[in-house]
């Protein structure tokens, strides 16, 4: 699934504060509705997760994971934050954890 990246700081808050949110163990998502036909993700991992290099592999994880989803619905605007403990996971289980969020949200078809 085609989807755009959200990178600026006004754009993080709007959704902190007008959008829903759900949580497992290992990520909390914010969304909410985006009045386009668009799918925009945004992934904001702390330094107590890991280094740079975690940080990096984690954010690369999600956009493949997303990126492969074809039951996502578009017109959403995404936040992914990973907790600490999510240094561990591999592609297949964030893939379960991505799933067991998006889930809760009836964002897949």
């Given at each position: 699934?085609?989807?755009?990246?959200?990178?600026?700081?006004?754009?993080?808050?709007?959704?902190y504060?007008?959008?829903?949110?759900?949580?497992?163990?290992?990520?909390?998502?914010?969304?909410?509705?985006?009045?386009?036909?668009?799918?925009?993700?945004?992934?904001?991992?702390?330094?107590?997760?890991?280094k740079?290099?975690?940080?990096?592999?984690?954010?690369?994880?999600?956009k493949?994971?997303?990126?492969?989803?074809?039951?996502?619905?578009?017109?959403?605007?995404?936040?992914?934050?990973?907790?600490?403990?999510?240094?561990?996971?591999?592609?297949?289980?964030?893939?379960?954890?991505?799933?067991?969020?998006?889930k809760?949200?009836?964002?897949?078809?």
């Amino acid at each position: 699934m085609n989807f755009d990246m959200i990178r600026k700081k006004e754009d993080f808050k709007k959704i902190y504060t007008r959008g829903k949110s759900f949580a497992n163990k290992k990520l909390v998502i914010y969304y909410m509705k985006n009045n386009t036909e668009d799918l925009k993700i945004g992934i904001s991992i702390s330094r107590k997760v890991g280094k740079a290099v975690v940080r990096n592999h984690l954010r690369r994880l999600i956009k493949e994971n997303i990126r492969l989803m074809k039951d996502l619905k578009s017109g959403y605007s995404i936040i992914f934050l990973a907790r600490i403990g999510s240094d561990d996971l591999d592609y297949y289980s964030m893939r379960s954890s991505i799933r067991h969020v998006l889930k809760k949200t009836d964002m897949l078809v």
